[in-house]
């Protein structure tokens, strides 16, 4: 099921030393795209895009009929109550093309959950067992249509429902539908709510919306500052700091953070969110990231502290006495995470202007979940450039590292330069990973702050002609591993490591070899090498291996020094051909 800054990958853990089978170097991608070795296929999945509740009664009464996947062909169900039956009733439409019925459906976007928690449906008059978050979704929405279309049928496309899940072929065609589905669809319906949550205590998208009411900004200052002013304003208000407490409570659904809910709520043309017994239209989502920004921010939090200790001196009251003000900094300590969930999702909703680099969409998603951890890049595929030929394959034999490599290979071949670099070494690797240093590690959660080292300036086109004639893209498989030969120069080796001018200050300063000081990231250590690569924006660390090398970390100019290295320079050198160049293998 279904930014502002693209967040940068943090690096924790150690690089640990594994054996890499080797082949003979495949024919440069510049001279022969075709001879880029690939993992594998993409055979049908035989496994489910996610597991679905248990429906074998109703497989034995009703079959599928197959969809037309040249045609596009979905189908589309409607939903609707009656006084006989307790149930939620589907019928299927006829089958169509997507062409045929594009403008004339609703999707529906929701947060699966558990599939052992099951409610019923009639699907064609037989029950049939769906989500129990499906079913709250499917009843929420039908409430909403019965205010906003009294006159028409609630016609909806539902993952669900409307694919074959026991159709592996079926099930694979309609995940690369996905992106087309939702954004021909009329409108998606967004269920934040959960079946499990309570409707007893204060809505937060309720007191949302009165916020939204209630604050005018004047624009004499900064909407920022005039905003906080008025929280700080509003907070003597017992009822107002008890709407804001259940605000954290809808921020944290799990919806915002499921990997599938991007590509559905960024391809619709518009949505309406629907939470507990409220409802919201998508345009007002530029003031709820506005709002989640703000709170996010580091000066909130102080503010909160500032406010609490305030009110403890007012009232004569001990830390150990319940405090309204300090629950709301503990929750909205809790609650950043999730803030910044939010905020860049409704960014990457409103930045969003067709295909993108898939690196930096899958950057920027680092916070998502998926039952299915390959999802964490297949659920991306629809909003990204098709150049990259990547398609989802939900085989067995296709471990998460193989789906890492393949993918990494596959954005090789298209971006013909070496960009891939930088979100390796801002990646934190997983325990398990097999990973070659090279290749990043998508399923990763772990995040910082990106731009500590600023790239050379210029366009792909002239970093792609770097690469030309040099080894960058070939790569030799055995297993999940890979070596990928590039041409490049060694500048430099790291000495020792200086003191920090602050510990808060990310990463380490290291004098090198030549007398120079520069900046790399915590895992560098003594003896590791400084290099320029050709197709590369950016000079890096690496680490001798066995005769191969180890990407470590992006590597910079240590500021306010008088002698530095001249990156651009040497660069310039190595393109003209006046510094020979040696071919590496990085492992």
């Known amino acids: 099921m279904s930014s502002l800054r693209v967040p940068s990958l943090d690096t924790e853990g150690g690089l640990s030393k594994a054996s890499h089978a080797r082949s003979s170097p495949q024919p440069s991608l510049a001279e022969n795209s075709a001879n880029v070795e690939t993992l594998s296929g993409n055979p049908p999945p035989t496994q489910g895009v996610f597991m679905t509740p248990e429906n074998d009664s109703f497989y034995k009464s009703y079959s599928y009929s197959d969809l037309n996947s040249t045609a596009q062909d979905i189908r589309l169900i409607h939903v609707f109550k009656n006084e006989q039956c307790d149930l939620i009733q589907c019928e299927f439409l006829p089958q169509s093309s997507l062409r045929q019925v594009s403008g004339s459906y609703h999707a529906l976007s929701y947060c699966a959950g558990d599939p052992s928690n099951a409610e019923s449906v009639l699907l064609q008059g037989i029950k049939f067992n769906v989500f129990a978050n499906l079913n709250h979704a499917l009843e929420k929405t039908l409430a909403v249509w019965e205010s906003k279309y009294p006159e028409e049928k609630c016609i909806l496309w539902v ?156 009232t004569g009251m001990t830390n150990g006495d319940a405090n309204p003000l300090r629950e709301m900094h503990q929750r909205n300590m ?77 954005i090789l071949e298209f971006d013909r330069h070496l960009e891939i670099l930088i979100f390796a070494v801002r990646a934190t690797r997983r325990s398990v990973s097999t990973l070659p240093s090279w290749v990043p590690d998508w399923a990763s959660a772990e995040s910082l702050e990106d731009g500590l080292f600023p790239p050379f300036g210029g366009g792909d086109m002239q970093f792609q002609k770097d690469a030309i004639g040099s080894s960058v893209i070939h790569t030799s498989t055995g297993d999940n591993s890979a070596v990928l030969r590039v041409q490049g120069l060694q500048i430099d080796t790291l000495e020792k490591v200086l003191p920090k001018r602050a510990q808060h200050l990310p990463g380490w300063d290291f004098e090198t070899a030549r007398g120079y000081t520069v900046k790399c990231r915590h895992l ?64």
């Open 159 to 314: 993952d669900q429902i409307c694919i074959n899940q026991r159709s592996n072929a079926e099930r694979s065609h309609q995940v690369g539908l996905m992106r087309d589905i939702y954004t021909n669809s009329r409108e998606t319906f967004i269920c934040l709510s959960t079946a499990d949550q309570s409707d007893t205590s204060s809505n937060g998208l309720d007191w949302f919306k009165e916020f939204g009411k209630a604050y005018q900004p004047s624009h004499r200052s900064s909407p920022r500052y005039e905003l906080q002013d008025f929280l700080w304003k509003s907070a003597s208000n017992s009822n107002f700091l008890k709407g804001w407490a259940s605000f954290y409570e809808l921020v944290q659904c799990p919806w915002w953070r499921r990997a599938w809910v991007h590509q559905e709520f960024i391809c619709s043309p518009s949505a309406i969110f629907m939470y507990r017994d409220s409802t919201i239209s998508s345009t007002h989502t530029l003031f709820l990231m506005f709002l989640c920004q703000m709170l996010h921010m580091h000066q909130i939090t102080k503010r909160l502290v500032r406010l609490e200790m305030s009110w403890l001196e007012k």
């Open 334 to 410: 809790r609650a950043s995470s999730s803030l910044e969930a939010v905020k860049l999702l409704l960014n990457a909703k409103e930045s969003w202007r067709g295909d993108e680099d898939i690196k930096k969409v899958l950057a920027r998603s680092r916070h998502c979940r998926s039952s299915d951890p390959r999802d964490r890049i297949f659920a991306f595929l629809g909003l990204t450039y098709p150049g990259y030929g990547i398609e989802a394959d939900y085989s067995k034999s296709n471990t998460l590292d193989a789906t890492n490599l393949h993918t990494a290979k596959k």
């Open 524 to 587: 560098a250590r003594h003896g590791d090498e400084l290099w320029m690569l050709m197709g590369s924006r950016w000079p890096f660390i690496l680490r001798p291996w066995d005769g191969e090398y180890k990407v470590v970390s992006d590597v910079g100019n240590r500021v306010y020094q008088k002698k530095i290295i001249g990156f651009e320079e040497i660069l310039g050198r190595m393109r003209d051909g006046r510094e020979t160049l040696s071919i590496i293998d990085l492992c």
